[in-house]
């Protein structure tokens, strides 16, 4: 099970951190990866992490904004956004899979999302 946290409400430009906490079973080999979709839109990728934490890889769109990171301890991974803009605000999921990929059919586990809103 994943359970996302750090829903919110932000102004242009601030910063918010979630957090996906994993229970029921370990996912410290699992590649985590962090998904986005805004109303109407379909769900894309955001970024990701393979179990080790030493390779990562994010979407153009975030680009230098946004930053990955995960504790294979706490069984936990974390998604630093910067500098957020209006076009950032979507639900946001936490995945778990057995290997890196940008596509979410790849992720059998799920999150149940948490809402982030950015207001210009």
């Known amino acids: 099970q994943l359970v996302e946290s750090g829903e919110g409400l932000v102004q242009a430009g601030n910063s918010l951190r979630l957090s996906c906490a994993a229970s029921?079973?370990?996912?410290?080999?699992?590649?985590m990866a962090w998904f986005r979709q805004a109303e109407g839109k379909e769900r894309e990728f955001v970024a990701g992490?393979?179990?080790?934490?030493?390779?990562?890889y994010v979407a153009d769109s975030v680009k230098g904004r946004f930053t990955i990171s995960r504790d294979n301890i706490k069984n936990t991974v974390d998604l630093q956004m910067n500098i957020l803009r209006p076009e950032d605000t979507a639900v946001y999921y936490c995945?778990?899979?057995?290997?890196?990929?940008?596509?979410?059919?790849?992720?059998?586990?799920w999150g149940q999302g948490t809402q982030v809103t950015v207001s210009s």
């Open positions: 029921g079973r370990t996912f410290s080999r699992d590649t």
């Open positions: 995945a778990a899979g057995p290997r890196s990929s940008y596509y979410a059919t790849q992720y059998p586990y």
């Open positions: 992490i393979a179990w080790t934490g030493d390779r990562t």
